[in-house]
């Protein structure tokens, strides 16, 4: 029954979707309030589209289960960018109105899920059996509850909610690769590039051993060169810095005190009954009132109630890279997951999407009549729906249903309900009738139908985060101005080997702009208040200065170089140098040729160079022996046969070659079908590389990373 490590196994699988398939580990106890408070759950924004960080803790946790040897920092960004691909191809096929459907969904199991690469799954012949697998499916429910059998249904979990977002995607890409094909002029072109030869006698030259003759260049011929071609050579203004980082940590005694704080925060949260003044009191985040399914909390906490499901149960506290975080259950009460319900709406001028011009407080007198109405009369409810609701699309049609709402999946309706009316409650009977307020309006609303009595609990969190005391940071800052003093006139190199070997964090050499934000590598709020400072009118190289950080960090900044607006002639000589090398070799070899050499074998013995001789080249391939040179060959197609060529400069060294012979060996055009399709991969995937560079250029991106 266990199929965790077969699907482990499948890790090629990762790469081959468009949206990884995700698995929930524990987390972290430092993330736990994040999925608890809901202005920070959110990590980015693709085009006003959330990231949120349960996906993007899940996307690397996967990752790192299969990639273990790769650095954290690595797969971070790797998670990342599947994140964005995902949201941005899903928000164009949506522009499109494409959809996934039910049919979509299985056969999308069937040939694209982890689960169709498993054995145990498959018939005879190798394809997937989906009986099999629904029986698994059917089976894995039934399991009691462990760390395993958790994962798996995990597995599964992500896999039914995240597949059709790769239908969707998958739908959108296979349309904007209909009908872009290869043409058959192109196949044909390309065919015969593959089978067209030409036999060439010819020689070679290195430039390394003909140079010597012309490595001399005055310098007014630089000079002369530049002037012409100024838009190549002019240089920016740039500046080249250099980092030690002086990281804030807390010392062994700040952790022993924080350690003795939260021992006494737990006692007061256990034995005190103003749970919420208390998580206001002393909690970095605010208490949430919400009450929350099981499987709806983080892993720990769902463990932690499989034990511990009392009102009053203690959880932790437990530290995780200084964040310490202590949870108490405060409220549990039982729930219906599902209801099935109608409602009347009666909206106002001041509600979301108003049909009317009826103040806020006629609305709320007009919803209290009709209320105590149906509550004496329930037979009244339909009649009233369609007589008196606002809500038009289900008034006429439905009778004001509004289907089967989960708890989990709440609508709007039942988001920040004002009212006393407790939807899911377990206290409710059919035919329950209740009033609730909303930014809709005023809801009568009728319970129709009820199933899945279970559990939600209500949690009272406190978050603190370690940080240093003032102690500490005072010897961070002396020992910053220490190490500054010491190497005050050292040159760059001796400065950040004297800070390497005290293993301080170092970044070598970043070359800056003006009009840069962020500097790579750093990524702190100070990136432009240090740009501006390197950019200052005084500043000369070999200037340092001290930054500190929001979170205490400090940073010594060393102004390696200043490089302003003009023409470094020294800098470029290595670029222009071989260039006008080259022109001489050009012309020397260009006379010999056309005025005392006219063969092949008169240019061999002048250079006491030897002929290669019936050598067969291509345009396919271009290659000239082991070089590839395309100019060559091009020559070798469009010279004169038995003709000598003039000096041909390639890339590698100088050609003079002699076309003996061309031919081709076609066959009929029926045999390059295989060229169309070979070529049709090709361009597909050039054109789908280049649309989703595009895509992700145009978007509307933002990463939030840098604050958590």
């Given at each position: 029954?266990?199929?965790?490590?077969?699907?482990?196994?499948?890790?090629?699988?990762?790469?081959?979707?468009?949206?990884?398939?995700?698995?929930?580990?524990?987390?972290?106890?430092?993330?736990?309030?994040?999925?608890?408070?809901?202005?920070?759950?959110?990590?980015?924004?693709?085009?006003?589209?959330?990231?949120?960080?349960?996906?993007?803790?899940?996307?690397?946790?996967?990752?790192?289960?299969?990639?273990?040897?790769?650095?954290?920092?690595?797969?971070?960004?790797?998670?990342?960018?599947?994140?964005?691909?995902?949201?941005?191809?899903?928000?164009?096929?949506?522009?499109?109105?494409?959809?996934?459907?039910?049919?979509?969904?299985?056969?999308?199991?069937?040939?694209?899920?982890?689960?169709?690469?498993?054995?145990?799954?498959?018939?005879?012949?190798?394809?997937?059996?989906?009986?099999?697998?629904?029986?698994?499916?059917?089976?894995?429910?039934?399991?009691?509850?462990?760390?395993?059998?958790?994962?798996?249904?995990?597995?599964?979990?992500?896999?039914?909610?995240?597949?059709?977002?790769?239908?969707?995607?998958?739908?959108?890409?296979?349309?904007?690769?209909?009908?872009?094909?290869?043409?058959?002029?192109?196949?044909?072109?390309?065919?015969?590039?593959?089978?067209?030869?030409?036999?060439?006698?010819?020689?070679?030259?290195?430039?390394?051993?003909?140079?010597?003759?012309?490595?001399?260049?005055?310098?007014?011929?630089?000079?002369?060169?530049?002037?012409?071609?100024?838009?190549?050579?002019?240089?920016?203004?740039?500046?080249?810095?250099?980092?030690?980082?002086?990281?804030?940590?807390?010392?062994?005694?700040?952790?022993?005190?924080?350690?003795?704080?939260?021992?006494?925060?737990?006692?007061?949260?256990?034995?005190?009954?103003?749970?919420?003044?208390?998580?206001?009191?002393?909690?970095?985040?605010?208490?949430?009132s919400n009450f929350y399914l099981k499987k709806d909390?983080?892993?720990?906490?769902?463990?932690?109630?499989?034990?511990?499901?009392?009102?009053?149960?203690?959880?932790?506290?437990?530290?995780?890279?200084?964040?310490?975080?202590?949870?108490?259950?405060?409220?549990?009460?039982?729930?219906?997951?599902?209801?099935?319900?109608?409602?009347?709406?009666?909206?106002?001028?001041?509600?979301?999407?108003?049909?009317?011009?009826?103040?806020?407080?006629?609305?709320?007198?007009?919803?209290?009549?009709?209320?105590?109405?149906?509550?004496?009369?329930?037979?009244?409810?339909?009649?009233?729906?369609?007589?008196?609701?606002?809500?038009?699309?289900?008034?006429?049609?439905?009778?004001?249903?509004?289907g089967w709402i989960k708890y989990d999946d709440q609508?709007?309706?039942?988001?920040?309900?004002?009212?006393?009316?407790?939807?899911?409650?377990?206290?409710?009977?059919?035919?329950?009738?209740?009033?609730?307020?909303?930014?809709?309006?005023?809801?009568?609303?009728?319970?129709?139908?009820?199933?899945?009595?279970?559990?939600?609990?209500?949690?009272?969190?406190?978050?603190?985060?370690?940080?240093?005391?003032?102690?500490?940071?005072?010897?961070?800052?002396?020992?910053?101005?220490?190490?500054?003093?010491?190497?005050?006139?050292?040159?760059?190199?001796?400065?950040?080997?004297?800070?390497?070997?005290?293993?301080?964090?170092?970044?070598?050499?970043?070359?800056?702009?003006?009009?840069?934000?962020?500097?790579?590598?750093?990524?702190?709020?100070?990136?432009?208040?240090?740009?501006?400072?390197?950019?200052?009118?005084?500043?000369?190289?070999?200037?340092?200065?001290?930054?500190?950080?929001?979170?205490?960090?400090?940073?010594?900044?060393?102004?390696?170089?200043?490089?302003?607006?003009?023409?470094?002639?020294?800098?470029?000589?290595?670029?222009?140098?071989?260039?006008?090398?080259?022109?001489?070799?050009?012309y020397y070899l260009s006379n010999i040729i056309n005025?005392?050499?006219?063969?092949?074998?008169?240019?061999?013995?002048?250079?006491?160079?030897?002929?290669?001789?019936?050598?067969?080249?291509?345009?396919?391939?271009?290659?000239?022996?082991?070089?590839?040179?395309?100019?060559?060959?091009?020559?070798?197609?469009?010279?004169?046969?038995?003709?000598?060529?003039?000096?041909?400069?390639?890339?590698?060294?100088?050609?003079?070659?002699?076309?003996?012979?061309?031919?081709?060996?076609?066959?009929?055009?029926?045999?390059?079908?295989?060229?169309?399709?070979?070529?049709?991969?090709?361009?597909?995937?050039?054109?789908?590389?280049?649309?989703?560079?595009?895509?992700?250029?145009?978007?509307?991106?933002?990463?939030?990373?840098?604050?958590?």
């Amino acid at each position: 029954m266990n199929f965790l490590e077969k699907i482990r196994k499948n890790t090629w699988l990762v790469f081959f979707f468009i949206s990884v398939s995700l698995i929930f580990f524990v987390l972290d106890p430092n993330m736990i309030l994040r999925f608890f408070t809901e202005n920070s759950t959110i990590i980015g924004k693709v085009n006003g589209e959330n990231i949120l960080i349960k996906e993007y803790v899940d996307c690397f946790q996967f990752l790192k289960r299969f990639r273990e040897d790769e650095p954290d920092h690595y797969l971070k960004n790797d998670a990342w960018k599947l994140l964005v691909h995902e949201k941005v191809l899903n928000q164009e096929a949506k522009k499109l109105g494409i959809q996934s459907t039910k049919v979509d969904f299985w056969k999308a199991i069937e040939k694209q899920s982890i689960y169709s690469k498993i054995i145990d799954f498959q018939d005879d012949k190798g394809k997937m059996n989906m009986d099999k697998f629904k029986f698994y499916l059917k089976n894995l429910e039934k399991l009691p509850s462990t760390p395993q059998v958790e994962e798996e249904k995990n597995i599964w979990s992500y896999e039914k909610n995240s597949i059709s977002k790769r239908i969707v995607a998958k739908k959108y890409v296979e349309m904007l690769m209909y009908g872009l094909n290869t043409s058959f002029v192109e196949a044909k072109l390309n065919y015969k590039d593959k089978n067209l030869f030409s036999i060439i006698d010819y020689i070679f030259i290195p430039y390394s051993e003909i140079k010597k003759k012309y490595y001399k260049i005055k310098s007014n011929e630089i000079r002369d060169f530049i002037k012409k071609n100024k838009f190549l050579y002019k240089k920016e203004n740039l500046r080249n810095l250099s980092f030690v980082i002086f990281r804030s940590y807390p010392s062994l005694d700040d952790e022993k005190n924080m350690d003795f704080k939260m021992k006494k925060l737990f006692q007061k949260l256990k034995f005190s009954n103003h749970n919420s003044i208390i998580v206001s009191n002393q909690s970095e985040k605010p208490f949430d009132s919400n009450f929350y399914l099981k499987k709806d909390i983080p892993v720990v906490l769902q463990h932690f109630v499989d034990k511990n499901n009392q009102v009053g149960d203690m959880f932790g506290p437990v530290k995780e890279n200084n964040i310490y975080v202590m949870a108490k259950i405060t409220g549990k009460k039982m729930i219906y997951h599902s209801v099935l319900s109608s409602h009347i709406l009666i909206s106002h001028k001041d509600s979301v999407r108003f049909s009317n011009n009826r103040t806020k407080k006629d609305a709320e007198k007009i919803a209290k009549t009709i209320y105590e109405i149906v509550k004496k009369n329930p037979n009244q409810f339909n009649s009233l729906v369609i007589k008196k609701s606002d809500d038009i699309r289900t008034s006429k049609k439905n009778q004001g249903n509004l289907g089967w709402i989960k708890y989990d999946d709440q609508n709007e309706i039942f988001k920040g309900n004002k009212g006393e009316f407790d939807f899911f409650s377990s206290k409710n009977k059919k035919g329950t009738i209740g009033l609730s307020e909303t930014k809709f309006g005023y809801h009568i609303i009728r319970i129709d139908n009820i199933k899945d009595i279970k559990p939600v609990y209500q949690f009272a969190i406190i978050v603190k985060t370690l940080t240093p005391s003032k102690k500490t940071e005072d010897l961070l800052y002396r020992k910053t101005v220490q190490f500054l003093k010491e190497n005050k006139n050292s040159s760059l190199n001796v400065f950040i080997n004297n800070a390497r070997k005290k293993r301080y964090e170092t970044i070598f050499l970043k070359e800056i702009k003006r009009s840069q934000w962020n500097i790579d590598d750093l990524n702190t709020e100070l990136d432009k208040e240090i740009i501006n400072w390197s950019y200052e009118k005084d500043r000369k190289e070999g200037d340092t200065k001290i930054f500190s950080t929001s979170n205490k960090d400090y940073i010594i900044v060393f102004l390696s170089k200043i490089q302003k607006n003009g023409y470094p002639i020294e800098e470029i000589k290595k670029n222009i140098v071989p260039l006008l090398i080259n022109k001489k070799i050009d012309y020397y070899l260009s006379n010999i040729i056309n005025n005392k050499y006219v063969s092949l074998e008169e240019i061999a013995s002048r250079f006491s160079i030897k002929i290669n001789k019936y050598h067969k080249i291509n345009f396919y391939q271009s290659m000239i022996g082991t070089y590839q040179e395309p100019k060559v060959v091009g020559y070798a197609f469009s010279s004169k046969l038995h003709k000598t060529s003039k000096p041909i400069l390639g890339e590698k060294g100088v050609f003079f070659i002699r076309p003996l012979k061309r031919f081709n060996t076609y066959k009929k055009l029926s045999y390059f079908s295989d060229e169309m399709e070979s070529l049709n991969t090709h361009l597909r995937k050039n054109v789908l590389e280049k649309i989703g560079d595009v895509l992700i250029e145009k978007s509307n991106i933002k990463d939030h990373r840098k604050n958590i």
